[in-house]
C-alpha cells in the first residue's frame, strides 16, 4: 500500500519480509519462503552491507540478523552466515554495554531518590536505540550534578530544540551512547506537560538482561513515540512498525485508555494515525490488518498511502497531512486555555524553518533541531 523510491528500497523490502512474515496458516508462506531465500541468495557483500546499515538506522539490527541468520543457516551459506554471526556479535557486545550503562544510572538516580523511567530506549528489545533516554522531573541542575559526579559526564552542547524541550545529552567516557536525559518536559517544545506529570506514577516494571527498568505505560509509550514520528521527525524507523505492531497483535492495548490520554495531551488524531500507517504497512507483508477498533481507523487524519520510503526511512509526509495535525494540537492546547504550551508550540514553525534554512546552507542542522 505504501510507495517506495530509494537505493536501499531492496534492502527495506527483504528487511520488512524478514521481520513482518506471514502467519504460519497463509497459503502464500511456502512461496514466500522460496522468494525471501532467494533474495539472500542474490545478495553479494555490498548488498548485505546496506541491509545491514539500514537494520542499524532502523534499530532492528538482533532481530533483523537473527531473521537473516535462520534463512541462510538452511541452506549452510558459510559466507552469509560468518557476515550475519560477525554483525550480530558486535551489536550483542554493544548492547550488552548500553545496558550495563543503563542501569547503573538508573541505580544512581534511585540512590540519591531521584524517580526516573526509561523512555524509547527498551521498546525495541531485544534491539536499542542510538541513544539512551531517560525522563525524570529531578530539577536539571542536580541530574547535572549527578551524572557529573557519578559518571564524569559532560553536557554535550544543547541545540534551542533542546533547550525549549527541557532535555539534556551527557556524554559518558566508555559508552558508545550519549544519554538523553527529559526534565520534568515532553514534546517537540516541551507543551506535554499532562503526559509529563503523570508518566512517574503510571511507569511499569520489566526486566532486561536480569536487570529491573521503570518504563512508562502502554499508553504514554505509544504516545512518546507518536510525538516523535508524527510531531517532530516525520518518519518512522522499522522497528516502530514490529514494535507497535507487536503491541496490538499482544493484546497489550486499552484502546480507549489510550483514546483518552491522546485526547488530554490534544494528539488523539495523531495517534490514530500513527496506528493505521502501522497497520497499513504490516498489511502490506502478512497480507492482514491489525485488529484496531473502527473509532481508531474513523480517527486517523491519513493513512499508508501517504507515506513513502526515502533516504532510509518511512518518509510522513508533512504538507499539508502533519501541518494539519500541527494545526489541530495547536488549536486544542489553545482552547483548553493552556496559553503557556501553547506559546511554546506556537515555535515549532519557526525552528523547523531555521533547522530547514540550516540544513540548506551548511549540510547539518545542528545547533536548532
Not at 504460519?24 to 519462503?33: D, F, K, N, V
Not at 522468494?35 to 542499524?56: P, T
Not at 501553547?342 to 531555521?354: C, H, M, V
Request: net charge neutral.
Amino acid at each position: 500500500m505504501l510507495r517506495t523510491e530509494s537505493i536501499s528500497n531492496r534492502s527495506m523490502t527483504l528487511l520488512s519480509r524478514l521481520l513482518i512474515p506471514l502467519p504460519a496458516t497463509s497459503a502464500q508462506l511456502t512461496g514466500e519462503a522460496v522468494a525471501i531465500k532467494q533474495e539472500i541468495r542474490n545478495l553479494d557483500r555490498i548488498g548485505f552491507e546496506d541491509l545491514h546499515a539500514l537494520a542499524c538506522s532502523n534499530h532492528v539490527v538482533v532481530r533483523g540478523m537473527e531473521a537473516f541468520l535462520a534463512q541462510v543457516r538452511e541452506t549452510a551459506d558459510s559466507n552469509r552466515i560468518r557476515w550475519a554471526e560477525s554483525a550480530l556479535a558486535a551489536e550483542r557486545a554493544r548492547i550488552r554495554t548500553a545496558i550495563e550503562f543503563l542501569h547503573e544510572i538508573c541505580g544512581a538516580f534511585q540512590e540519591h531518590s531521584y524517580e526516573v523511567a526509561v523512555i524509547k530506549s527498551l521498546d525495541h528489545w531485544p534491539d536499542i536505540g542510538s541513544d539512551l533516554d531517560l525522563f525524570t522531573q529531578t530539577p536539571p541542575e542536580r541530574v547535572s550534578s549527578l551524572m557529573r559526579r557519578r559518571f564524569d559526564a559532560c553536557i554535550a552542547e544543547r541545540s534551542w530544540g533542546d533547550r525549549l524541550a527541557g532535555k539534556w545529552n551527557f556524554l559518558i567516557p566508555g559508552l558508545e551512547e550519549p544519554v538523553e536525559i527529559h526534565c520534568s518536559r515532553l514534546g517537540q517544545t516541551g507543551e506535554q506537560e499532562s503526559v509529563a506529570s503523570n508518566l512517574l506514577r503510571q511507569t511499569r516494571t520489566i526486566f532486561i538482561a536480569n536487570h529491573a527498568f521503570q518504563v512508562p505505560s502502554i499508553p504514554d509509550r505509544l504516545m512518546i513515540s507518536v510525538l516523535q514520528r508524527m510531531y517532530r521527525h516525520f518518519y518512522f524507523r522499522l522497528c516502530d512498525v514490529v514494535d507497535s505492531a507487536a503491541l496490538v497483535d499482544a493484546g497489550a492495548i486499552d484502546f480507549e485508555e489510550l483514546r483518552a490520554a491522546a485526547e488530554s495531551a490534544s494528539i488523539w488524531e495523531g495517534v490514530a494515525s500513527y496506528l493505521v500507517i502501522v497497520s497499513d504497512y504490516v498489511k502490506k507483508y502478512r497480507g492482514t490488518d491489525l485488529d484496531l477498533p473502527d473509532f481508531v481507523r474513523t480517527s486517523a487524519r491519513f493513512d499508508g498511502d501517504q507515506v513513502h520510503f526515502a533516504r532510509g526511512f518511512l518518509r510522513v509526509p508533512i504538507m499539508p497531512q502533519s501541518a494539519r495535525l500541527y494545526g489541530r494540537q495547536l488549536a486544542d492546547v489553545l482552547g483548553k486555555g493552556e496559553l503557556h504550551n501553547g506559546a511554546r508550540l506556537s515555535l515549532l514553525p519557526w525552528l523547523a524553518t531555521a533547522a530547514a534554512v540550516r540544513q540548506k546552507l551548511t549540510g547539518s542542522d545542528k545547533g536548532i533541531w
